[in-house]
């Protein structure tokens, strides 16, 4: 697995790029945004560690450019800004996961890994139900009337709720499938007002149900 590392302390960027190498990866580690755009352009990965505040170009500035560009490898975003509105700002540009620093190595192989492995398992799959196909390797929602890109959160959203349609879900459930727990009740159901809009953009027969904090998808009939 190839890892691209942004981090502009050089001191943690080399600690963290050796324990990630002695976990078998191979990781190309850069020291600001334009350097790690650069690196982006020219090499494939299987995911990447960005670093909110770095010169040159920040974190979230990198990974706009990514999805704007249609690079959707999964990131990791790290930032010792630990409020609710930076961790909003970084998932709605399209970021996976997020970690705020001071972070245990343990917990960052533990995310990194479980980020990988939801990237591999959704990649090519085509989840289709009602009158709406999302393709989960590009994040493009479909249906008889358009199509629109979701972010990568949105997608992974959706998807929980394909695969759930039999089900109710929390918002804590949801919290545990794509953010491991840590994000807070308000960041799961502003994802989940995102993606009604999205479906309501696209008259869409699915639709996102609620009663009593219990969520589920109707109009889930196979095309």
């Not at 990965?45 to 770095?54: H, K, R, T």
């Not at 109710?168 to 009604?196: F, K």
Request: aromatic residues 8%; contains cysteine.
């Amino acid at each position: 697995m190839k890892l691209l590392y942004a981090e502009d302390e050089r001191q943690l960027s080399m600690a963290v790029t050796e324990i990630l190498k002695a976990q078998g990866y191979d990781v190309d580690a850069v020291y600001d945004g334009e350097e790690a755009w650069a690196q982006l352009q020219n090499n494939y990965y299987d995911a990447v560690i960005l670093d909110i505040m770095m010169p040159k170009a920040d974190g979230i500035h990198v990974l706009e450019t990514m999805r704007e560009n249609e690079i959707f490898t999964p990131v990791l975003m790290l930032t010792a800004k630990n409020d609710i509105d930076d961790r909003i700002e970084g998932l709605s540009s399209g970021a996976d996961d997020y970690l705020g620093k001071p972070f245990s190595t343990k917990e960052l192989i533990a995310r990194l890994n479980s980020m990988i492995r939801r990237s591999v398992k959704y990649k090519n799959a085509i989840l289709r139900c009602g009158n709406i196909a999302l393709d989960l390797s590009t994040n493009e929602l479909k249906s008889d009337s358009g199509s629109l890109r979701l972010s990568t959160k949105e997608s992974e959203l959706l998807a929980v709720f394909i695969k759930n349609s039999d089900y109710e879900i929390t918002p804590q459930r949801i919290n545990e499938i794509l953010w491991n727990g840590a994000q807070n009740e308000n960041t799961v159901l502003l994802y989940i007002s995102y993606l009604i809009n999205k479906l309501n953009q696209l008259h869409s027969s699915v639709n996102i149900s609620e009663e009593k904090q219990l969520y589920r998808l109707g109009g889930v009939e196979p095309i």
